[in-house]
């Protein structure tokens, strides 16, 4: 059974930076297509970003393009999220989630409902 922890949210100011992090255990790590998700309180849960096993290709949501970066280390099953000019709208719980399979799958998704093992999410807080 595959299993995801994420790690290093926490508190910064406005224009500040984190990085997050993704470890994943068991499963072929790099078979599968990995995202970050986010979500405030009283919303839903939104795209970030997500990047083919491969690291070929990756896909951001408008509202964090040219600001935070995903990337891959098969060699060590993580998946990160840099964060920069981080602003207050993006405070929320963050998600890694992985489409999980036997197979590799070179496709990536901006939908929930494609993933199906999901991280226990870290908080980010940026303050104004």
Do not use: H
Request: hydrophobic share 35%; glycine share 10%.
């Amino acid at each position: 059974q595959v299993q995801l922890v994420e790690s290093g949210g926490g508190l910064v100011q406005a224009g500040g930076s984190l990085s997050l992090s993704c470890a994943a255990s068991g499963g072929t790590f790099s078979n599968y297509p990995m995202g970050w998700f986010r979500q405030a309180p009283g919303k839903e849960r939104e795209f970030v970003a997500a990047i083919t096993w491969s690291s070929s290709r990756s896909v951001y949501r408008d509202s964090v393009k040219g600001r935070f970066t995903i990337s891959r280390d098969n060699a060590k099953n993580t998946v990160y999220l840099q964060m920069n000019s981080l602003k207050p709208e993006d405070t929320a719980v963050y998600y890694c989630a992985a489409r999980i399979s036997t197979y590799r799958i070179y496709d990536l998704f901006m939908r929930p409902p494609d993933y199906n093992t999901w991280g226990q999410g870290t908080q980010v807080t940026v303050s104004s």
